[in-house]
């Protein structure tokens, strides 16, 4: 069997947890903070927080950003469904605006129509999403939030190490905080970096470092903190926010921190992998997307475009191989249809999901097994 992505776990990732199991601290210990700082390192940013999973990681990032009842926020159909939701558990209004048929990434001319025709101020975010590891053109987004006074949050989950040159040459990894507010990562066992549950938040920011410090646990201030408004002893604490229980456990971190070792030599891989497949469906009725020579694709999908759809994915299932989906647009999904959106209201994203396949990609793919999903799915469309 040929799963569209697969984690893979060493005999030190094993033995990490294990070490992490036999020491004093199951969660909330020493390893919290090494697996931040190596993240941080990793990804080129100044604050890294460990939360439970990646949609804890977007919850607090609106929560810090300041997301309410009346606040409305913009993203893309074309992600999971988590980079919507989080605006909704603040209260906030969420409001689509249509994908880039090219990249299939948020398309910066539908948000650029979409804040010129409403009053400035009426929008106060936007969560563009690095959607398969393609790194969404930041530097454009942020000049467009900058216009309209936005804060961005970027959802690189698909984009560990992915990145991009600006215009004035300058190399921008994914989440590194240097254009967007925040950035959240997961680590769900198809990501690049697996714990089971996990995720991060990461940014250049200290005041919004702090409030995600605070609300990944309870919205609690602890001894040593200048911010305490009281102070009785060395058992005092001061819950001055509501947050949540959102920690992510020493044993995961240590887990992390293993895993984290070998994400350049995973990243390779997969943009090996890449290419193989980039090659092999080149001038075929499969259609792929080729980023341009400034970025750099960190492939936690790769996508195909199909005219039988339905057919390759059926026919690839009787082969063993398990191919995916991502995504169904989420303004298609019912509880999103109950908030007002309908079908024909993004034709990019809606024509996009008729036709997309995500087949098999994760490091430890054999050339052989690449050379079968090739010969199969070109089988196919022959
Ligand atoms: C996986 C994922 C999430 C959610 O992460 P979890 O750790 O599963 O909560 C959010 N956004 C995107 C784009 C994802 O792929």
Redesign the pocket.
């Known amino acids: 069997m040929i799963p569209y992505g697969k984690q893979n776990i060493t005999d030190e990732d094993i033995a990490a947890v294990i070490e992490t199991l036999k020491s004093p601290f199951l969660t909330s210990g020493p390893k919290v903070a090494e697996f931040e700082a190596a993240f941080a390192k990793y990804i080129g940013c100044k604050y890294a927080v460990a939360v439970a999973?990646?949609?804890a990681a977007?919850h607090i990032s609106c929560m810090a950003l300041g997301v309410k009842p009346s606040s409305k926020v913009i993203t893309t159909p074309i992600?999971?469904s988590?980079?919507a939701n989080c605006v909704r558990y603040c209260g906030g209004e969420v409001v689509f605006a249509d994908i880039n048929q090219e990249t299939v990434l948020l398309d910066i001319e539908k948000v650029r129509n979409l804040l010129n025709q409403h009053p400035k101020g009426t929008f106060e975010g936007i969560i563009p999403?690095d959607f398969a590891g393609y790194p969404v053109d930041l530097e454009a987004f942020r000049k467009l939030a900058d216009e309209f006074g936005l804060w961005i949050l970027e959802?690189s989950?698909?984009a560990p190490g992915g990145s991009f040159v600006d215009s004035i040459g300058k190399n921008h990894r994914c989440g590194d905080g240097s254009l967007a507010d925040l950035a959240i990562f997961?680590?769900?066992p198809v990501?690049h970096i697996a714990t089971g549950?996990g995720?991060m938040v990461t940014t250049n920011d200290e005041e919004l470092y702090k409030k995600l410090k605070q609300f990944r646990s309870h919205g609690m201030i602890y001894q040593g903190d200048p911010a305490l408004i009281e102070n009785h002893g060395g058992w005092y604490m001061e819950l001055q926010e509501l947050g949540y229980n959102y920690r992510m456990p020493d044993v995961l971190c240590n887990l992390g921190i293993s895993q984290l070792k070998r994400a350049e030599e995973g990243l390779e891989k997969r943009q090996v992998i890449a290419k193989r497949y980039n090659g092999a469906f080149a001038g075929t009725k499969v259609k792929i997307i080729i980023p341009p020579a400034n970025v750099s694709h960190a492939y936690h999908l790769y996508v195909i475009q199909i005219e039988d759809r339905k057919g390759l994915y059926d026919f690839l299932r009787t082969k063993q191989i398990y191919a995916q989906v991502h995504y169904i647009p989420v303004h298609l999904m019912p509880y999103y249809k109950g908030l007002g959106s309908k079908a024909g209201d993004f034709p990019n994203a809606e024509k996009y999901y008729e036709h997309c396949l995500s087949i098999p990609i994760y490091p430890t793919l054999t050339e052989e097994e690449q050379e079968f999903v090739i010969s199969e799915i070109l089988g196919f469309v022959k």
């Open positions: 999973n990646g949609t977007l992600t999971f988590a980079s999403v959802d989950c698909h997961s680590f769900h990501k549950e995720g």
